[in-house]
């Protein structure tokens, strides 16, 4: 080990609880605030401390949501950002898995085309196409609906790119013992495939399952009407909502709601989601 | 790049295929060549007709002062954006790798950032600006500095960017620890033995260890400053005061819905894939290099 300097101990300390305090100052300050009272949320400095109106606000925002924002119940909302996620992680799971299975286990004319085909999307994010991917969802009539919200993000280069890379590295010999034993390509991919990309899976389902949750262009465009509206999307509609009637305290509870799924996804699945994060990208 | 031992069910794969195949071509491909197509096109003001024009939307994008301002706006976001997350992220990890008791709990106490939505990282950052509320606000104004967002375009873009590196701090942080914990203690300890400072150290030796992870985090920087901050854009500031930060995915959304200029919309989309495919190339053109070298 390389000389201990306990001066250079103690400004790594000091440098990283300032870190974490800039990090947590703002997450902080809306929480705190999501607790108060209108009145003593205004009367400068804002309060630093909790103050007991936490289920009064908390209750309002989830039941009637926040006044003049143009937006409904939290709870509605928060069911629809769960559905979207939860359809666009294992959406994309699914479908990656199955095709990463045909380019890496068939040979077949075209894969190399469907490969490149696959890759191409990566490409192409929904901010570079928004109005003729809009005309399309317009068109299949799938505005104002779940499957407008989900399937058209389903598609993806990144998952499809990872099963396959740990596809390849499946010895060999279990396709041949499976194949030895009768096994067709189905029974293989259910009985021995999936159970090794298990880990993966787990990965790649925390990273998903925040994209999904985090959208906001995309529910944006597509959804007019109140019981498809997601809770991320709202955020705009709130920070206008407080020129109209300085609700901080209630926009406040709604940022908290709308933080806290992703954010204990991401805690308590640290391990994979550092997994995820780190194979995906690269 | 496939298995020595296959199947051989063809129909089988193309099945297996098919639902990853159908949406990419009705959802991705068929929409970009529709954006492509339309940005030679050009509607008449009531959308009754539409006459080929060529690179004419091209060249009146180019001859915008609008469109030129918003190129601008996004250099000047993304190269802040990309510069302070990617050095104070350095920053917090070599510290994370030096300190041997407690670096678990600073990481997870760093990461989780990550989760929260760049819209909603606007937000918090917007009640910590809000004239009236805001306590950053606050301690400005006790030191003479009037902070209104909604006025001055300077505090505006300053907002937007600190919300946006606030967000990508974590992201980045957690690429350098790995890269860090990656390079072997013999190297720096060799370094040591020889007399080396720990500033030498770090950028003689750690530093330039560290350039492919530097050179992939600037890339993927860049690429969410580009799209990922619509976000934060369009809920906190909605492009201004003026077109103090509209960036140009804000402008493609605003021109395309808000004011239905299809041909400039589609232009603009198609200028931004050329920039997507450019970035993209360069990251894999990198991957490729970093494997040769392992």
């Known amino acids: 080990m390389v000389e201990r300097r306990p001066l250079f101990d103690a400004i790594a300390h000091l440098t990283l609880v300032l870190g974490v305090v800039i990090v947590a100052l703002p997450i902080w300050i809306v929480l705190v605030t999501s607790t108060q009272r209108m009145e003593d949320v205004l009367s400068a400095p804002i309060p630093m401390w909790f103050g007991d109106r936490a289920i009064e606000n908390y209750t309002a925002v989830l039941g009637v949501g926040v006044q003049g924002s143009r937006t409904g119940p939290v709870a509605q909302m928060m069911l629809n950002s769960l559905i979207m996620a939860l359809a666009i992680a294992i959406g994309k799971i699914v479908i990656s898995l199955l095709s990463a299975f045909a380019i890496v286990y068939f040979r077949f004319p075209g894969r190399m085309l469907a490969f490149w085909t696959i890759f191409l999307t990566l490409m192409l994010p929904v901010e570079v196409r928004i109005l003729p991917t809009f005309e399309v969802v317009a068109n299949l009539g799938l505005l104002n609906s779940y499957l407008g919200l989900t399937v058209p993000l389903i598609a993806s280069a990144t998952a499809t790119f990872l099963f396959r890379q740990f596809f390849l590295t499946v010895p060999e010999e279990f396709t041949e013992a499976a194949r030895v034993d009768g096994a067709g390509p189905l029974r293989f991919f259910w009985w021995i495939l999936l159970p090794l990309s298990k880990t993966n899976i787990a990965a790649l389902f925390v990273i998903l399952f925040i994209y999904g949750w985090n959208q906001y262009l995309w529910p944006l465009l597509i959804t007019t009407e109140e019981r498809y509206q997601t809770i991320v999307m709202t955020m705009q509609r709130l920070v206008e909502a407080t020129d109209a009637a300085p609700e901080f305290h209630l926009v406040a509870a709604v940022a908290m709601l709308a933080m806290l799924p992703p954010v204990l996804v991401v805690v308590l699945m640290q391990r994979w989601f550092v997994k995820g994060l780190t194979e995906t990208e690269k | ?294």
Do not use: C
């Open chain 2, 1 to 294: 790049m496939h298995k020595r031992v296959t199947f051989r069910e063809r129909w089988l794969a193309y099945v297996l295929l098919a639902p990853q195949l159908a949406i990419t071509l009705v959802f991705f491909i068929w929409p970009a060549s529709q954006a492509l197509w339309q940005s030679v096109l050009q509607q008449d003001p009531f959308g009754l007709s539409t006459r080929f024009v060529g690179l004419e939307n091209f060249a009146r994008l180019f001859a915008d002062p609008l469109y030129l301002n918003a190129v601008r706006v996004t250099l000047v976001f993304s190269v802040s954006v990309a510069a302070s997350g990617i050095a104070l992220a350095l920053l917090l990890a070599v510290m994370a790798d030096h300190v041997l008791k407690g670096a678990a709990v600073y990481k997870t106490l760093l990461i989780w950032p990550y989760a929260v939505a760049p819209a909603i990282a606007g937000l918090l950052w917007f009640f910590m600006f809000h004239p009236t509320i805001g306590i950053l606000a606050w301690l400005l104004r006790r030191g003479g500095i009037v902070w209104n967002h909604e006025l001055d375009g300077g505090q505006a873009m300053l907002l937007v960017i600190i919300a946006a590196t606030w967000k990508q701090i974590s992201y980045n942080f957690l690429f350098f620890l790995a890269g860090l914990q990656a390079i072997p203690r013999s190297l720096i300890e060799a370094a040591a033995i020889d007399g080396a400072s720990p500033a030498q150290r770090f950028w003689k030796i750690v530093f330039p260890l560290l350039s492919p992870t530097t050179f992939f985090l600037v890339v993927v920087n860049v690429v969410y400053v580009f799209f990922d901050t619509f976000g934060i854009v369009h809920a906190v500031t909605e492009g201004g005061p003026g077109q103090d930060t509209t960036i140009l995915v804000y402008k493609v959304f605003k021109d395309g819905f808000i004011a239905l200029d299809l041909g400039g919309s589609a232009a603009q989309s198609v200028i931004l894939l050329a920039i997507v495919i450019l970035l993209t190339v360069v990251q894999f053109r990198f991957i490729e290099r970093r494997v040769q070298y392992a």
